[in-house]
Structure formats: structure tokens, C-alpha cells
């Protein structure tokens, strides 16, 4: 038998899968080189970047691991090299069926199929997870939004973009006690963009909750406003809106119980947060995005070691920023946290600052004051867009 065949069915497989957005993943596994050349298993998935879908190769040694992000043709092209010379055995994983092809140590392969039995996208990780949007069963938005099909399979290539949803959900659900029990639940979200999650925070107060809601995204960019707000009437859904303005200058009608503010530019997420404190929202959810008022402004000669390289710098920024935020809201009386929102591989912008109101203050002010003070006379900053925002002298008032 003529062994390039069964390889040659197998790329095909493989590349219609990608063409589909089927693929959920790919194992190179019984390495035919001497052991420790080469990782016992190659693992492949889909990864969504920037730039496009990509596939993660993954090697894995016993100290080390090392990955690296390759197109649909590159794959296609490593596969063809390594499937048969390299790894005896490949396993293909799409959302509708395994495929693996084998080669016996005499060079017969041998191509096997199967019917999926599971759901699509999930890694061994995720199918153990319950999670608050699960997966298989149709979602209109996410459908709307491009996320899942009709039938509620997610799709390969937004993945990442499905686990970022359910773990903001999750989030969600760790404060949904301390919001009101009774009439709508009141919610702004500075900086919505597309929207996905404030879709999503719509979905999980109306349906899981049965909550009677009044929720509105707020963005300057007109376009997106626009196509949220069609969508919001495709999808018929009540109780949400979008509106075009900037976040310094919005009004909220009546009581707000959750603000949000999740990736907006800058010093935007400052402007989110003062608001948020001026209105004594219930809770606070903000993930910063870039900051660069702070990097502009550091200037201690102390630092000189952790400013000296762009990089550096800007992390610093970055870490010191987000203290400080987190600083000035104990200052306002709110409980606070800072978790990881969701992990590194997606994005660098992960940081997630949780923020409850206290029913009365901590006691423990004055301290946060000085805290906050000391922290800026180390960095050599004089003041903040966030101080010029928040009252801190009498913002627990
Ligand atoms: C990176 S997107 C994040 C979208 C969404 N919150 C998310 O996490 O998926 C940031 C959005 O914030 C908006 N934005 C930034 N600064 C703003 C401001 N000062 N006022 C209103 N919208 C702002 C931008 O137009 C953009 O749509």
C-alpha cells in the first residue's frame, strides 16, 4: 500500500477542518527520534491574535516548554514534514469528529475517524468547567455576535473571546449579592465597544436571574453605537441601550448599582472610576487598559533601574497605576481587590480591579491616604488625572 495516501487524506482532512473553522486542536504524540530529541506530544490549538487565527505549537520538554504561533499554510506545511518521520502518531480534534492517523514501526499508516461526543472548542480544562453561558446550547447574542452558531457550537476561532465572556460572567456572579435585591438592576458600561460583554451581563441578569434590568453602554465612537443598538433590537431584548458620548461627561439618570469599565483607553478607566464613586455605585468592575499618564510622569532617580528600558517602564506604570487606583477606591470607601481577569495568553491587559461599597467606612482611610501619598512621592509623580476626578478628602462622606 502506498503510504503517502492515508497521510496525504489526513492534511486534507486537516486543512478542510481550518478552511471550515472546525479544528479545535491536534496531538503529535510517539516520537520517532531518539527520546529527549524531540517532546513525547506536540499539541496544536487555535489561538486568536491581533492579527488573525493562528495555531499554537506547542512543545512540551521535561524542564521547558516552548510555543510558538503558526498560519494555517505553516501548520499545514510542519505537518507534512513531521507526521510519519517525526511523530509516528497524529491526532486530530474538530468540533464535529477525531481523526488520527498511525504509523507502525514498519511504516504502515493507517487513518481512523470518529463522530464527535463532546462539544467543540473545549480544552480537557474547560469540559470539567460549568460554565454560566455553557456551551452547545444556542446563545442568540453570542450567535448575533459571532461567537457560537445557531445550534450554540462555539467557534474555533473565538474560543478565547467565549472563555473571556464566561469568566467576566463569573465575576459578575461573585458581587451579584451585593446589588439591590429589588426593582431593576441599574448598570453602566463605560466604554463598551462591541459590546460582548454588556450582551452578556444582559443575558446573565435577565435569564439566569430574572432581573428586571437597566442597562446602558456608553461609547464615543459612533459606529459601534450603532451597530449595538441594532443589534439590541434584532435580538429584541429590553432594558439595554447605547448611547454615543464620553465617559467625563455622562449623566446617569437615577441610581447606578454596577459600573463598569473594561479595557477603555488610558485615563478614561480614571474618569469611569469617579463616576462610578460620585454615583456610590454598589459595585465597581474596571480592567485598565494602556497607561501612559504615568509613564510620562515617572521621574525618580531611585527607579532609574526599572525606568531606564521603554518596556519596563511602561509595566511599571502599568502595575503602579493600578495600585494607585485600587488605593483611591479604599480612600472611597469601596472594599477592593485586584484579580487576574482572564490569562496571560490572551492578553497582557489582564488585571481585573473588583471594587465593593462598604456600608460604612473601614476605618482605615487615613491609612489608605498615606499609603497612597507615599507611594506617589517614591515614583516622583505630583498628581493624577484620577486625583483631579475623584474627590479622596470626601468621597466617603
Ligand atoms: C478596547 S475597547 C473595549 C470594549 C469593551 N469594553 C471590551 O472590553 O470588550 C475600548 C472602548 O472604549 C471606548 N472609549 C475609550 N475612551 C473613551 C471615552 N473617554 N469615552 C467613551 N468611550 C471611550 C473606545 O471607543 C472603545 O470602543
Redo the contacts with the bound molecule.
Sequence with gaps: MDDSEPLQRFLDIVSRSIAEDRLTGLTLSRPIPEPGERPPRLRVRPVALREGLRYQWAMQFERSETHENVDAKQLLTRLREEVGTVYRHAHLRTTDGDCSLRFSRRGKAKLNRSKANRSSTATPHDRDKQYLIPEGRPCPFLHEAGVMTADGAVRAKAAAKFRQINRFLEFVEDVYDQLPTQGPVSVV??????????FALHHLLTGKHGREVRIVG????RH?IERCSDAALRLGLKGIEFRE????S?QAEGDVHLA???????T?TD?ALAKAVDWKSAVILA?P?CQHELAQSLSSDSLALLTRHGILKERLAALATDALRACALEIAGYRTRVVEFIDMEHTPKNVLIRAVRRNRPSGQEHEHRRRFDELKRQLGIDRLHLEEMLDLNGAND
Design positions: 458600561d463605560f466604554g463598551c465597544g462591541k459590546s460582548y460583554l454588556t456608553l461609547d464615543r465612537d459601534v458620548g464620553d465617559i467625563a455622562h463598569i469599565s473594561l479595557h477603555a483607553c488610558d478614561a474618569d480592567a487598559c
